[in-house]
């Protein structure tokens, strides 16, 4: 019986990170953001209603959707953030699941789902272990505004879009404690792996 292990943090939490890290024991991952880049591209069901529901002005020159565009108009707007999520989830939770069969059925001992949103749209049945990624919310701050350059103001309204990460690590079964080092939190991750018997 393969181990599903359900992968969370919170915005630049340093979950891609962790995520990487499972390659060194051949543990497969099943990404979610992957994922929902893949259903919303051109010619998906998902991309013709994202463009039905908020128009033309969210597409690049090439039709592809404008991330960015479609970012500002749905974190300052909770009914249209809803509106999108009622689009993509059902999609991205479908594709997710077939790809986790289809690596059970493959063969793997362990099968890791990446997913940032894991709590938030309750999908914690579909795994067998919850494993969160947490940082200090400064920490997290200074991060997303580092990496993606906004503004104070931008990176809380995407922080404030989530469960607060103290709360995720609270429903976890397991934590790792991405403050220090990048070798550090490699250590807690194969102690757990361990533990739970999967190396």
Avoid at 39 to 46: C, R, S, T
Avoid at 79 to 108: C, F, M, T, W
Avoid at 139 to 166: G, H, S
């Amino acid at each position: 019986m393969a181990l599903i292990i359900g992968l969370t943090g919170s915005i630049a939490s340093g979950k891609s990170t962790v995520s990487l890290m499972f390659d060194d024991y051949n543990i497969p991952v099943v990404d979610a953001d992957k994922i929902s880049r893949e259903v919303v591209a051109p010619g998906e069901k998902a991309y013709d209603q994202i463009v039905n529901t908020f128009g033309q002005q969210i597409l690049r020159e090439d039709k592809t959707i404008n991330r960015k565009k479609l970012g500002e108009i749905v974190f300052a707007d909770e009914a249209k953030r809803n509106q999108l999520n009622e689009i993509v989830h059902p999609a991205v939770r479908e594709k997710i699941l077939k790809r986790r069969d289809g690596y059970v059925e493959s063969g793997a001992t362990c099968v890791v789902l990446d997913i940032p949103l894991l709590f938030e749209s309750k999908l914690t049945h579909f795994v067998d272990k919850t494993l969160v990624v947490y940082v200090d919310e400064s920490v997290q701050l200074n991060r997303l505004m580092e990496r993606d350059k906004y503004t104070e103001n931008e990176a809380l309204q995407r922080i404030n879009a989530q469960i607060p990460i103290r709360e995720k690590a609270k429903l976890a079964d397991a934590i790792i404690d991405n403050n220090g080092t990048k070798y550090q939190s490699y250590e807690q991750l194969e102690k757990l792996l361990q533990e739970w018997n999967i190396i």
